[in-house]
């Protein structure tokens, strides 16, 4: 095989592996029982792979070639489990065998009442012996299939604390003895907050990518929102369930219009909303109305559904209800203080009563040590200033969120708008970026 072909094999196994890799590891950690054998047995696989693929050509089930390898070894590693702790109890060790480890394991018989591996090692990853931040980083690092650089910018963190936090959470799970199984159904409601954020971040980050070339990830977007549906059903009574799916499809509902056909991006003011998908649009406000349904006061997935809402039942961006927008971002600051928060709701706000407004608002975010790296804040700052006229002001602004961003595409626009500013003002509205 010539050395293109090499590569172009080896780019076919870092796609599959991309995609497949979440699936792998939970369906392993399941058999194994155990979240990092689960993670050595699925790279064992990849390695295989590479050393296969290039010369035997891709598979036509790539991801179930590589799920049966890494069962395969699974099952090794079982076995010499059992015959270690067999020759334990010879030698007089206290060491009673696993009931699933004594044998062949009946993988297919492994069930349970959720009945879907990714949403189980979601529970468990959000165990309540890891602290929150550690929850959702490990999830997002072994189901997502995201990088610590990306989940470090999903958090607004540096690189290494992400690492840590990944690290430190494994050691945690096995020096506790956390067994790899479902939390009972009277303890998932107090997991609920951690498996909620974990499937918004994985779907953030395919809806608008931190680094890479591509703008989007949608794959990503649709297995968080299989999750989240999947989550919904299990837990109907829960609000916030019902929010976090209603805000994820009528976001996803945008998909379609948010890139052109070179795949640069379509910012809202710009998009044609005809090429929106009615059919998400419809199920995200039926997701609406059942979240609206159910006891209690709304919670921020919901407060962020009812703010989708408004643009996608406006037939323009100047149809747009901003008033009712920005009074929803206040809500959601109530609920849930962010800057990321605040900066939205000023957006909203310069839409809704001036971009003097807006830019009050953001201008008091300047020292807020977790924006310090955050492209959309000179971004919105940027728009903000073009739209009053102080265009040098406004280009400064777009070449300083250019240079912070990690998305090529991203940084191709913070850069077109910068030249723009040398001539005239152009819409752009960074909090709703599309």
């Not at 696993?98 to 959000?126: K, Q």
């Not at 096995?174 to 159904?185: D, H, I, K």
């Not at 044609?272 to 979240?291: C, P, T």
Request: aromatic share 4%; charged share 25%.
């Amino acid at each position: 095989m010539t050395e293109p072909g090499h590569e172009a094999t080896r780019s076919a196994i870092e796609a599959v592996w991309r995609i497949e890799s979440p699936r792998l590891i939970a369906g392993l950690a399941r058999i194994t029982g155990d979240v990092g054998a689960a993670e050595e047995l699925a790279q064992d696989a990849l390695v295989i792979a590479l050393e296969q693929w290039p010369v035997q050509g891709v598979p036509d089930g790539p991801g179930a070639w590589l799920m049966a390898t890494a069962k395969h070894r699974a099952i090794d590693l079982i076995r010499r489990r059992a015959a270690y702790e067999r020759k334990l109890q010879e030698i007089g060790r206290d060491a009673a065998l696993r009931p699933e480890n004594s044998g062949e394991p009946d993988v297919d018989a492994m069930d349970d009442h959720i009945g879907d591996d990714l949403l189980r090692l979601i529970f468990i990853s959000c165990h309540p012996v890891l602290s929150p931040e550690a929850r959702a980083a490990l999830t997002l690092r072994l189901l997502g299939g995201l990088t610590t650089a990306e989940i470090a910018r999903a958090f607004l963190v540096p690189e290494a604390t992400i690492a840590q936090r990944i690290v430190r959470a494994k050691r945690t799970l096995t020096a506790r003895r956390v067994p790899f199984e479902l939390p009972s159904r009277a303890e998932i409601p107090d997991r609920l907050t951690s498996v909620l954020e974990v499937i918004y971040l994985m779907f953030n980050e395919g809806y608008a990518a931190t680094a890479g070339e591509d703008w989007m990830r949608p794959p990503l977007c649709a297995e968080a929102m299989r999750l989240g549906r999947v989550l919904a059903g299990l837990m109907a009574r829960e609000a916030e369930a019902h929010g976090l799916v209603a805000l994820m499809e009528l976001q996803a509902s945008r998909v379609g219009a948010r890139t052109d056909p070179a795949g640069e991006p379509v910012l809202l003011a710009d998009q044609d909303r005809r090429r929106w998908d009615r059919l998400l649009i419809r199920h995200g406000l039926h997701a609406l109305v059942l979240a609206r349904s159910l006891a209690g006061p709304p919670g921020p997935y919901e407060v962020q559904a009812e703010i989708a809402a408004c643009h996608a039942q406006a037939h323009s961006v100047r149809a747009t209800d901003w008033e009712r927008v920005a009074a929803l971002y206040v809500v959601l600051g109530h609920l849930t203080p962010s800057p990321v928060v605040e900066l939205n709701r000023a957006v909203a706000a310069g839409m809704a009563y001036g971009p003097a407004r807006g830019l009050e608002i953001a201008d008091r975010l300047l020292t807020h040590p977790a924006l310090a790296s955050y492209a959309h804040l000179p971004a919105v700052r940027g728009d903000l200033l073009a739209k009053l006229g102080r265009l040098e002001e406004a280009r400064d602004e777009f070449d300083r969120a250019a240079a912070l961003t990690g998305n090529e595409r991203e940084r191709t626009l913070f850069r077109a708008r910068a030249d723009a500013c040398l001539r005239s003002p152009h819409r752009l509205h960074v909090g709703d970026i599309g």
